[in-house]
């Protein structure tokens, strides 16, 4: 089974609005990732909280990490057009392990 | 800086004929290399992935195998493909252990026909 699920699965908003999709994962974790996907293209990383971190800002994105309910959340403001993609969350699976297992994903579309 | 390159961007193969998917990296040595496939409008599946020349470890059994005859090359075959074959090849690597940022290829779309 995944790692992580994301949810919801698909989400549509007014652009200029705020996006929030969530991420559930199943392990302890020392790290959790958000990746985006435009479509057709490869993963782009955007933004790593670690596991002693709560909170997190980059630009219009904000991430949180709550362990104790093994939860993610990463919030984008003020959405734009471009925000359209796919967007998915990915943990190392154990502490200090050579892969990362990726989410389900969220497909994000910005409606104009 | 890094870089990863993939190719062919697209290929359209009969089953039953060969693969070959070549990814390389530059700018960075001794990267952890992996190879994932994602089906259209799902999640990625780790196929492959290796942390030196000529360490692969395989995730899912299947007539898949990669091969990484250099630091940097990563390579992943067949040698009879199959309908269920078909789908988006993404080449990563990354810096580690642990992994932290992984870096994404262009991806290789595949249609076995």
């Known amino acids: 089974s995944q790692q992580g699920e994301e949810d919801p699965q698909a989400l549509s908003i007014q652009e200029g609005e705020n996006a929030t999709m969530n991420c559930s994962y199943k392990?302890?974790?020392?790290?959790l990732q958000w990746y985006r996907q435009n479509s057709g293209r490869g993963l782009v990383h955007l933004i790593l909280?670690?596991?002693?971190?709560r909170e997190k800002h980059s630009g219009r994105l904000r991430v949180t990490l709550d362990t104790s309910k093994k939860s993610s959340s990463l919030l984008i403001t003020a959405s734009r057009a471009a925000d359209t993609a796919s967007y998915f969350c990915a943990t190392p699976p154990n502490f200090g392990n050579e892969k990362l297992t990726f989410g389900t994903g969220t497909r994000l579309t910005i409606i104009p | 800086s890094q870089t990863i390159h993939q190719w062919p961007a697209t290929l359209v193969q009969p089953v039953g004929s060969p693969l070959s998917l070549e990814c390389t990296v530059e700018g960075t040595s001794n990267p952890n290399l992996y190879w994932y496939r994602q089906a259209a409008g799902r999640g990625l599946q780790l196929l492959f992935y290796s942390v030196g020349i000529g360490q692969i470890s395989s995730e899912v059994p299947q007539n898949l195998s990669a091969s990484r005859p250099q630091d940097r090359q990563f390579i992943l075959s067949s040698k009879k493909l199959l309908l269920s074959d078909s789908g988006f090849y993404l080449c990563?690597?990354?810096?580690?252990?642990?992994?932290?940022?992984?870096?994404f290829g262009p991806g290789t779309r595949l249609l076995v026909l």
């Open positions: 392990t302890s974790i020392n790290n």
């Open positions: 990563a690597w990354s810096a580690g252990p642990p992994v932290e940022t992984q870096y």
């Open positions: 909280i670690r596991s002693n971190e």
